[in-house]
């Protein structure tokens, strides 16, 4: 069973960095994507960015989150992470990872068949 766990949260002020890390489990599949998406309070969920696994296609990332956030895996580790800089008081929300099989990307999340419990991430004004 896949297992998708998320870590680093926490509160910060607008400016600062925070990185997040997601570890899997129970993954079995030879080529798979992860994604980071988020829901604010009061919003829907949207998605941040998205990788594949193997490399072979570049990351993807949402309008407001571009040149601000980088997403990264380790493979060694099983781990996705997400480095976010220069946080604004909009990116408050809670963050979720999620993966699935095959190329998929942030904008369907609906795609991914896995999800982690989120966590938090708060930044002050």
């Known amino acids: 069973q896949v297992q998708l766990v998320e870590s680093g949260g926490g509160s910060v002020q607008a400016g600062g960095s925070l990185r997040l890390s997601c570890a899997a489990s129970?993954?079995?599949?030879?080529?798979?994507?992860m994604g980071w998406f988020r829901q604010g309070p009061g919003k829907e969920r949207e998605g941040v960015a998205s990788i594949v696994s193997g490399g072979f296609v570049t990351p993807s990332y949402a309008d407001s989150v571009k040149g601000r956030f980088t997403i990264s895996q380790d493979n060694a580790k099983n781990t996705v992470y997400l480095q976010m800089n220069s946080l604004e008081p909009e990116d408050t929300a809670m963050y979720y990872c999620a993966a699935g099989p095959g190329i998929l990307s942030w904008r369907r999340p609906s795609d991914y068949q896995y999800w982690g419990q989120g966590t938090q991430v708060t930044v002050s004004s």
């Open positions: 129970g993954y079995t599949y030879s080529r798979y994507s």
